[in-house]
């Protein structure tokens, strides 16, 4: 059992493992059990850091590494062990190892604390460590990639809240985040390796933690990596005074997609026209309900593609002839002009809603297709038979609409099937991954990856291509354990646990 490699390249303890999961003996099982209290010490660890050592020389070195990260590791077998090794360790059940287990949380929190005292400038040049640039607390854009069209400098803020922590949000999207736990998603850390990997960029030390009982400190870092924070906000009902829609009137831009007027009309998509007297004026606009089929936004898309919007200025300011291109874009965008591909109504939280998810309220739920865009939605519905599709107005799920798939699902999440439609471009592949882990850890168990061949998005797309990605598609292995679900209420201010 203590042999490096026994079979296949696997140690004596990893093939332990494989013959304890695989038997239907329970005298096997228990005796399997009994030989790990025993040698769990001895296993190798084949990863990170501290690779090629044991667990007993890894605990020699860096205790903190063991408890504090082994054993939330995703691997399962990992798992198992490093807890056995922990519980069964002679050395392991004595009073000092409890006491050390005080002291180091106690350590954490200090360098926790140290961190949310530091000056606001040395929290963005973390930020901007990471890849990101912002000033002044605020972001040149989304780091969730809401606005990646929008104005920059506009949407999301880095500031400090009334628990004097930092945290980083947007008012478009509706995401807020605790700056820890913003690194922790964007980093792919735990919450411990988040606030070591901070102290290090600003050389934050803790010499010689307060001597307190760290009972409840314990908790918190214990806690903070097993929930899922779901985001509950009602959103207001609004109006359309002002939008001036003219019925069966739409853009060129809009049938040359391959939709028509009664297609508009079945899925309330409008056109923002010459009656347009607010900021919609000249722009697609697609309301959007809740799950209780209130009339709750609307987003407006540009009807000219960027090149067409500064061909129409250009032309319109009478700068064709007399200005480079160039020279044209920046005159257009000192008069307020600069173009938008989308624009929210006032107020409205993209992020607090699927678009069309009030259509999947009665409607039977065995598969669920999620894209990113509203004309994803409407093509993937309308004209190549996906009825059951809801759109994330982006790249990533949102913890306000992961609410919504939670309110749909709930009761079905180990059956029902996610397929992921991502765009096949940069900022669609990156984001996959994120969204996987999401709705894994919401209990979601066949989730699979739809990649179209020859198209950028399910929008652009034909039928046999979106067909032949749904035939494809790759069912993702289990990647992320489930965690437990707890929801925020912006409306009550309250935290509830509900699984």
């Known amino acids: 059992m203590n042999m490096e490699i026994i079979h296949a390249n696997f140690s004596g303890l990893q093939y332990l493992w494989g013959q304890y999961k695989r038997s239907t003996n329970n005298l096997v099982k228990e005796e399997i059990a009994e030989c790990f209290k025993t040698y769990a010490g001895d296993y190798i660890i084949r990863f990170g850091k501290h690779k090629g050592l044991t667990l007993k020389q890894i605990d020699k070195i860096n205790r903190s590494y063991i408890e504090n990260y082994l054993t939330h590791n995703d691997n399962e077998e990992i798992r198992v062990v490093v807890k056995t090794y922990l519980k069964y360790h002679p050395e392991k059940v004595k009073d000092e190892y409890n006491n050390y287990q005080q002291k180091t949380y106690a350590y954490y929190n200090e360098l926790k604390q140290k961190i949310y005292d530091s000056s606001q400038s040395n929290i963005e040049y973390v930020i901007r460590t990471m890849g990101y640039i912002i000033e002044n607390g605020k972001f040149e854009h989304c780091p969730w990639e809401c606005d990646m069209h929008s104005k920059r400098y506009q949407h999301a803020i880095l500031k400090k809240g009334t628990d004097d922590s930092y945290f980083v949000g947007c008012f478009k999207c509706g995401e807020r985040k605790n700056f820890i736990k913003f690194v922790c998603e964007k980093k792919g850390y735990r919450f411990i390796e988040a606030l070591e990997w901070i102290s290090g960029v600003l050389g934050i030390t803790v010499t010689n933690p307060p001597e307190i009982n760290a009972e409840e400190i314990k908790k918190e870092f214990i806690n903070i990596d097993e929930e899922i924070m779901l985001e509950k906000r009602i959103l207001p009902e609004i109006s359309l005074k002002g939008f001036g829609f003219n019925k069966g009137v739409y853009p060129p831009i809009f049938f040359e997609r391959g939709f028509t007027v009664k297609d508009a009309e079945e899925m309330e998509v409008y056109f923002a026209g010459r009656d347009c007297t607010n900021d919609f004026k000249n722009r697609i606009c697609f309301l959007?309900?809740?799950?209780?089929?209130?009339?709750?936004?609307?987003?407006?898309?540009?009807?000219?593609?960027?090149?067409?919007?500064?061909?129409?200025?250009?032309?319109?300011?009478?700068?064709?002839?007399?200005?480079?291109?160039?020279?044209?874009?920046?005159?257009?965008?000192?008069?307020?002009?600069?173009?938008?591909?989308?624009?929210?109504?006032?107020?409205?939280?993209?992020?607090?809603?699927?678009?069309?998810?009030?259509?999947l309220v009665n409607s039977s739920k065995e598969e669920v297709f999620i894209?990113?865009?509203?004309?994803?939605?409407?093509?993937?519905?309308?004209?190549?038979?996906?009825?059951?599709?809801?759109?994330?107005?982006?790249?990533?799920?949102?913890?306000?609409?992961?609410?919504?798939?939670?309110?749909?699902?709930?009761?079905?999440?180990?059956?029902?099937?996610?397929?992921?439609?991502?765009?096949?471009?940069?900022?669609?592949?990156?984001?996959?991954?994120?969204?996987?882990?999401?709705?894994?850890?919401?209990?979601?168990?066949?989730?699979?990856?739809?990649?179209?061949?020859?198209?950028?998005?399910?929008?652009?797309?034909?039928?046999?291509?979106?067909?032949?990605?749904?035939?494809?598609?790759?069912?993702?292995?289990?990647?992320?354990?489930?965690?437990?679900?707890?929801?925020?209420?912006?409306?009550?201010?309250?935290?509830?646990?509900?699984?």
């Open 288 to 359: 959007v309900r809740d799950l209780e089929d209130r009339l709750v936004g609307v987003v407006g898309r540009n009807k000219y593609s960027e090149e067409g919007h500064y061909d129409y200025w250009a032309k319109r300011l009478g700068l064709e002839d007399i200005m480079s291109r160039e020279e044209q874009i920046k005159e257009i965008e000192n008069q307020n002009c600069k173009y938008k591909k989308y624009y929210n109504f006032e107020g409205f939280k993209s992020g607090c809603t699927l678009y069309n998810a009030n259509r």
């Open 371 to 499: 894209v990113e865009g509203p004309f994803d939605v409407m093509k993937m519905v309308l004209k190549h038979g996906y009825k059951n599709t809801v759109g994330m107005f982006g790249h990533s799920i949102s913890r306000g609409q992961l609410y919504q798939l939670y309110e749909l699902c709930k009761d079905a999440r180990d059956k029902i099937k996610i397929y992921l439609l991502i765009d096949n471009d940069e900022a669609g592949l990156k984001s996959f991954e994120n969204n996987v882990k999401s709705l894994q850890e919401l209990g979601f168990r066949y989730i699979y990856k739809m990649v179209l061949e020859e198209a950028k998005d399910a929008g652009e797309a034909k039928k046999e291509q979106v067909d032949k990605a749904y035939k494809s598609a790759q069912l993702q292995p289990i990647r992320y354990d489930k965690k437990r679900i707890v929801v925020k209420d912006y409306n009550t201010g309250l935290k509830s646990a509900v699984e």
